[in-house]
């Protein structure tokens, strides 16, 4: 079996490479929903702009679950990747697979089914902007079962190394969704609906090309018909491992949907800027993401090589280089605000809204970098439910400081991005703690993939 092993080599450089192509795939994921931004902003007119905006929360959900469920199965794959166990590794991805794959179908029914109720009586949707928002989502959730297929073979991928194919499967697909999204919004005049017809069709393609490759290059996936099986042990395994981390990342998008509804009490500007300023947030904490992912994968499989010693110092210098890229990052935004935000084309009120949004997001990066990696050391080291903990504890404070912080005249609408510092900062602190007092090591050290699991358990 063919792989990038993480436990050999100084883990900074190991981490480092194995990050960027992660990096970059996380980059061109985004631009699905910022190219549908742009060009809906542009071309369609702010209040569609704002539609889409509403969705928000709800594709961030439906994306919490496909990445936590996968994260999980990427933790089991590099464990058993590291301990040399291919037979087992094989099974495993096979039934996370499948499973993947139902969820996604089961999602993007679920999907279509609480769009307009979801949007109108739990996010608070303005009534102008409530059609437009359903018609979006609704085409939306129809390609959700590609994007759950997507990210499962991605994570298997990353479980034995491999993070670089992904990033050509979604660099296509990025291509895809722009020149569709300038066909049907531009030329055709499709609005909302084309925008998301091109999410999907450009979900689709990334999804069909991972599973080609992941076949064509890996014999050990390469499953005849009958021989992809579903073991409900290895299953609920992968669901085990997954859940807190699902949960995690479902969290903070539930979250989302308090300071959602503070966000559409202030009008459409406010809805429109907190959407743009949302895409451009996301951007700006992708370096420290990845690194977290990374450095969920580098733990698994050092673990699974039982070298712990491998496992401290990486997290160590995985912290050290997410601060040197967030700090990069700071800068050029702090220079560079106006120009960007004006890609999006916001009305003057929305505009000004959006940069100072920005601009404090920015400020806050310097706590969020300094913690968030270590989460991914959590992850792989079998204590995801704490990385849980972490993001409901920030998210709590966000939406608290939120509703409490604005009803004070001299701050006011400023709490919808200041609220980033209260919860960054809280979870930098208990993340720390929980690392310098060392308990995850006890987790660290039990055993997560049985070594033999009974075949009859194959359906």
């Given amino acids: 079996m063919k792989g990038k092993t993480l436990t050999e080599g100084t883990p900074w ?36 702009l704002a539609a889409v905006g509403a969705c928000g929360v709800l594709t961030m959900a439906f994306l919490a679950l496909a990445n936590g469920f996968s994260a999980g199965a990427c933790v089991l794959i590099a464990q058993l990747f590291g301990s040399g166990k291919e037979k087992e590794m094989r099974r495993q991805a096979s039934s996370s697979l499948l499973l993947m794959l139902g969820m996604g179908a089961v999602a993007a029914a679920a999907g279509i089914f609480v769009s307009r109720f979801a949007l109108k009586y739990i996010l608070a949707t303005p009534d102008s902007l409530l059609l437009m928002a359903d018609t979006y989502f609704r085409i939306y959730a129809a390609g959700l ?34 020149v569709l999204d300038v066909v049907f919004v531009c030329s055709l005049h499709m609005g909302v609906a ?16 991972a599973i080609i490759y992941m076949v064509k290059k890996y014999p050990l996936f390469r499953w005849k018909l009958k021989e992809l099986t579903f073991e409900w042990p290895l299953a609920k395994l992968s669901l085990k491992t997954g859940f807190p ?87 050029v935004v702090l220079v560079f605000t106006g120009p960007v935000v004006s890609v999006f ?46 993001a409901t504890s920030a998210l709590a404070v966000r939406a608290i400081s939120t509703y409490v912080l604005q009803e004070i005249p001299a701050v006011g609408y400023h709490m919808i991005w200041w609220n980033a510092i209260f919860g960054w900062g809280i979870g930098c602190i208990i993340t720390w703690v929980h690392f310098l007092r060392g308990k995850w090591k006890q987790k660290a050290g039990m055993t997560v993939v049985p070594q033999n699991l009974a075949r009859e358990n194959c359906i």
């Fill in 13 to 48: 450089k190991g981490i480092l490479s194995f990050t960027f192509p992660i990096l970059m795939g996380l980059l061109l994921q985004q631009l699905y929903n910022t190219v549908d931004t742009i060009v809906v902003g542009n071309f369609a007119g702010e209040a569609p």
């Fill in 345 to 390: 084309g916001l009305g003057t009120e929305a505009f000004g809204y959006c940069t100072s949004h920005v601009r404090c997001v920015a400020l806050c990066l310097i706590p969020f970098a300094s913690y968030f990696p270590l989460l991914g050391l959590f992850q792989g080291a079998n204590d995801a439910l704490y990385s849980t903990f972490v």
């Fill in 194 to 209: 084309g925008a998301a017809i091109a999410t999907d069709i450009a979900q689709a393609a990334s999804c069909f090309a």
């Fill in 145 to 178: 079962v590609f994007q759950f297929g997507y990210n499962i073979v991605a994570a298997i991928l990353r479980g034995v190394g491999n993070s670089k194919a992904t990033l050509y499967f979604l660099l296509i697909a990025s291509g895809i969704n722009i």
């Fill in 245 to 331: 981390m699902a949960l995690q990342q479902f969290i903070v998008s539930f979250g989302f949907v308090f300071i959602q509804r503070a966000v559409n009490s202030y009008g459409e500007a406010m809805t429109a800027s907190f959407s743009v300023a949302q895409k451009i947030e996301t951007y700006m904490i992708l370096p420290a993401n990845a690194l977290m992912t990374a450095q969920g994968t580098y733990t698994g499989q050092n673990i699974g090589a039982r070298r712990m010693d491998r496992v401290i110092t990486g997290a160590k210098h995985t912290v050290i280089l997410s601060e040197m890229i967030s700090v990069c990052v700071l800068t």
